[in-house]
């Protein structure tokens, strides 16, 4: 299986596969932003750090560059400074949805596997048929 990032929250797959009661729930919990507001601070981000990196890169001798050739570098500074932004927050409110999804489920079996992500929705299993690990959530509110 491929590792992608999706490019929305929305996209995520274990927030496609729930009920539409626990996503709205979940990703309400999780305070997960919209796609706009994703991509704007995920830019925001970029732009910072390309503006910190450039002004580093400057001050060991990359100012001597060519007027191309800088710009060059600023804009793939600033693409691989997005493209890391949003897969640290895709990652991280991955991780919240996932924390979210065994707290809805205390008691009883995980639609999706919080492990590798897999839709059990399905499945009568105890364990995930992916990756093997247990969807059975202890109740600890006991």
């Known amino acids: 299986m491929a590792f992608l990032i999706p490019l929305t929250i929305a996209r995520i797959p274990e927030v496609q596969s729930l009920p ?3 996503r709205a729930r979940i990703l309400s919990n999780a ?3 919209g796609p706009i507001r994703l991509w704007f601070f995920n830019f925001v981000r970029g732009v910072l750090c390309t503006l910190v990196l450039t002004l580093l890169g400057h001050n060991l001798g990359l100012g001597s560059l060519a007027a191309l050739s800088s710009v060059a570098f600023i804009i793939g500074v600033l693409l691989i400074s997005m493209a890391i932004a949003h897969t640290w927050t895709i990652t991280r409110i991955r ?3 996932r ?7 205390r008691g009883s079996r995980t639609p999706i596997c919080t492990s590798c992500g897999y839709d059990c929705s399905e499945i009568n299993s105890d364990q995930c ?3 093997g690990v247990s969807r059975q959530i202890p109740d600890t509110s006991g």
């Open 99 to 105: 924390f979210g999804i065994e707290e809805a489920s």
């Open 129 to 131: 048929p992916e990756c």
């Open 31 to 33: 305070k997960a932003p």
């Open 95 to 97: 991780g919240q949805i």
């Open 20 to 22: 539409t009661a626990m």
